[in-house]
């Protein structure tokens, strides 16, 4: 789809830096991940993780899913994620500039600030933070795209509008999605594939490096890179 903005005669940004939260700037031991619940209209029930809810989200809702996200309105027992330094130094280089898009719900908005101060993101507030509750839309567009990047940009988020700026993220899509949408934008900047090969149940090293390859083939930004980081566990 073709992404048209309204740019808003502001201040011009020096260069934006945007994360993931869920296994990027933090994670959950394993066996201790969070589960998003669900009903369908038949009366079935089932149980999420993170990753299954960002793969499974738009065909469920197609059923007529309504899903519950009060497990996820706490980041109790989070643990330090793999772009957890790296977002830390962006963040203390330049705090206005910086942002977390999460597919969290509005409800969770309280916990992440809480953890951010308590983990040294001392002032973040929810000025840095996006909640998109869910990754896609039901006319398929994605929601780090519409209710992230775009408000990002045009400054309706913080009053700076931007030209160049980096992207951390998990999901395939929403990279995919993410560097398309800027390259289209003309956004100058990295597209992060972030990937811990301890929290990744069915991500290895070698997989991760195949997609690594893949996705910059498809080059959906210019620029995409491949952040691995291996872990030992807690």
């Known amino acids: 789809n073709e992404i048209t903005t309204s740019i808003k005669d502001n201040v011009k940004g020096d260069k934006f830096t945007g ?3 869920d296994e990027v700037l933090w994670t959950f031991p394993k066996g201790s991940e969070q589960k998003i619940k669900y009903e369908l209209p038949n009366g079935k029930t089932g149980e999420l993780t993170n990753q299954e809810f960002n793969a ?6 197609a059923q007529g899913a ?6 996820f309105n706490t980041l109790e027992g989070a643990i330090e994620g793999p772009a957890f330094k790296k977002a830390l130094e962006d963040y203390t280089n330049s705090p206005e500039d910086f942002f977390i898009s999460t597919a969290r719900s509005p409800g969770a908005r309280k916990a992440i600030i809480k953890w951010m101060n308590e983990k040294g993101f001392i002032g973040f507030s929810s000025d840095n933070l996006f909640t998109t509750q869910g990754t896609m839309d039901q ?5 780090k795209v519409t209710q992230t990047l775009l408000p990002v940009i045009t400054g309706e988020w913080n009053g700076k509008t931007y030209t160049k700026g980096d992207f ?7 990279i995919i999605h993410w560097g398309h949408a800027a390259k289209e934008l003309g956004i100058e900047g990295d597209v992060n594939l972030v990937v811990s090969t301890d929290n990744k149940v069915d991500f290895s090293e070698e997989t991760a490096k195949k997609n690594g390859v893949l996705y910059n083939q498809e ?7 491949l952040i691995i980081q291996e872990t030992t566990g807690t």
């Open 19 to 21: 994360y993931d939260g």
């Open 56 to 61: 499974k989200q738009k065909g469920l809702e």
């Open 66 to 71: 309504v899903f519950s996200y009060d497990a």
């Open 139 to 143: 006319g398929g567009e994605n929601l």
């Open 168 to 174: 951390h993220d998990d999901h395939h899509d929403n």
């Open 219 to 225: 080059d959906p930004g210019g620029a995409l890179n």
